[in-house]
T-cell receptor, first 110, second 116 residues
Framework: GEDVEQSLFLSVREGDSSVINCTYT??????LYWYKQEPGAGLQLLTY?????DMKQDQRLTVLLNKKDKHLSLRIADTQTGDSAIYFC??????????FGQGTTLQVKP | GAGVSQTPSNKVTEKGKYVELRCDPI?????LYWYRQSLGQGPEFLIY????????DSGLPNDRFFAVRPEGSVSTLKIQRTERGDSAVYLC??????????????FGPGTRLTVL
């Protein structure tokens, strides 16, 4: 079945890089997504990667995909206090519904 | 509209009552999704509409849950005989191009349902 797993918590210092990891099970997923959720707010799409790509960079965000190991990571360069949030990895199913991980809470210390 | 909106933002009800949660998608978006997010968990898919019809309702947990989208725009999620386990944040998302794996979903702020 479809399943997505993430580590639950990450703490970094402001200015450091953050790396959030995710594993998924559905090898047929075409797109993989990273969403950000701040307290009281909805899910904000950060970035996505197509399954035939290894890497995608978007300003401070770098997504790495290892399709063989079904491993996805999100690197945030120069992490700021405003990056503190919960980050969700999600894979798309054949019908378009998203399968989410349980979320990684990123804490950024000044 | 500027984004997906959901009403009410908070709903407190008693066990056994009926509730309706409303979602207004982004104007012109043809696909609409409902998800449920329990505390400390990621969102879980409930149902997906393509226009007025439910294209995938495999995530609805039981027959107490029902959703409609009669005119292909606003959707209402209906929960009968609510139970304490239904307490969660109910999220709505819409996408522009009729769903499918290449179609970005935009989420609303959610409705927090508390069943006492």
């Amino acid at each position: 079945g479809e399943d997505v797993e993430q580590s639950l918590f990450l703490s970094v210092r402001e200015g450091d890089s953050s790396v959030i990891n995710c594993t998924y099970t559905d090898s047929s997923s075409t797109y993989l997504y990273w969403y950000k959720q701040e307290p009281g707010a909805g899910l904000q799409l950060l970035t996505y990667i197509f399954s035939n790509m290894d890497m995608k960079q978007d300003q401070r965000l770098t997504v790495l995909l290892n399709k063989k190991d079904k491993h996805l990571s999100l690197r945030i360069a120069d992490t700021q206090t405003g990056d503190s949030a919960i980050y969700f990895c999600a894979e798309s199913s054949r019908t378009g519904k998203l399968i989410f991980g349980q979320g990684t809470t990123l804490q950024v210390k000044p | 509209g500027a984004g997906v909106s959901q009403t009410p933002s908070n709903k407190v009800t008693e066990k056994g009552k009926y509730v309706e949660l409303r979602c207004d998608p982004i104007s012109g978006h043809t696909a609409l999704y409902w998800y449920r997010q329990s505390l400390g968990q990621g969102p879980e898919f409930l149902i997906y509409f393509q226009g007025t019809g439910a294209a995938d309702d495999s995530g609805l947990p039981n027959d107490r849950f029902f959703a409609v989208r009669p005119e292909g725009s606003v959707s209402t999620l209906k929960i009968q005989r609510t139970e304490r386990g239904d307490s969660a944040v109910y999220l709505c998302a819409s996408s522009a191009n009729g769903g499918g794996v290449t179609d970005t979903q935009y989420f609303g702020p959610g409705t927090r349902l508390t069943v006492l």
